[in-house]
């Protein structure tokens, strides 16, 4: 089971999509945030009790009994997963983190939810999951940085392919627009993913030069949480794809 664990506003969605292009895996779309926001578990209130069903364990249940019939891709923000998922269902996956420049993400995020939580801007909880993959896998899960995914969309891929074990296929790089089934629970927030047709920058990007103070207020707790990862992610802009780790 392949498993990507993102920040909001990482062009995840997009990297779902080129999954569900490539049609040998099952693709999964956030099942935690209905056990973070909509289960009895739930660990926000910005949403009612919906799905009295899904409990942390209900949905870990679901996705490894999906893996346990065919090849798996779960997408999933890691501040949804982070609070309930088990270390036995961690082993069982193989993992990839999605990074982006907090800046241009937590700005980003704003004009969604400009009462967004530390929480909910996702990076101490990537980090807090990153480390516990390691710990319990004993291996460094691959890293990418959305940057480096939008800027060379063919070359990022190629690498993330290798590293995770999979044949490329340089086809899934692009797709007919359009919303997906998999995505009816946070479709208001899919327009993007579901209008593209390939890895391009986002609509709209606010202006990074003179963030909201909501923004500012955050950067200086989430920029050390993601520092870590950006030094190992796969590849960045300004280098080649045959250097494996880069500083930036």
Wanted: glycine share 6%; with cysteine; charged share 25%.
């Amino acid at each position: 089971m392949l498993a990507l664990w993102a920040t909001p506003r990482t062009v995840s969605t997009a990297f779902e999509r080129m999954m569900i292009e490539r049609d040998d895996h099952l693709v999964l779309d956030e099942p935690w945030s209905r056990a973070y926001y909509f289960g009895p578990d739930r660990r926000s209130d910005r949403y009612p009790l919906t799905f009295p069903e899904s409990t942390y364990a209900a949905v870990e249940s679901g996705v490894l009994a999906a893996g346990s019939t065919s090849p798996v891709f779960v997408k999933d923000m890691a501040y949804h997963a982070a609070p309930g998922i088990t270390d036995e269902a961690l082993a069982s996956m193989t993992h990839t983190f999605l990074i982006r420049d907090p800046l241009a993400a937590l700005s980003s995020l704003h004009r969604r939810w400009p009462d967004f939580t530390y929480d909910e801007a996702g990076y101490g909880a990537q980090r807090d999951l990153f480390d516990r993959v390691v710990s319990v896998t004993g291996q460094v899960p691959a890293v990418v940085d959305s940057d480096a995914l939008v800027a060379d969309p063919g070359r990022v891929v190629a690498a993330w392919c290798e590293r995770v074990g999979l044949g490329h296929r340089p086809d899934s790089l692009g797709w007919s627009s359009g919303m997906r089934p998999e995505w009816q629970l946070w479709r208001d927030w899919y327009e993007n993913a579901a209008a593209s047709t390939g890895f391009v920058a986002p609509a709209g990007r606010p202006d990074l030069a003179d963030p909201p103070a909501r923004v500012r207020s955050l950067l200086d707790a989430c920029e050390p949480a993601v520092a870590p990862l950006r030094r190992i992610a796969l590849t960045c802009p300004t280098h080649p794809i045959a250097i494996p780790f880069c500083e930036r």
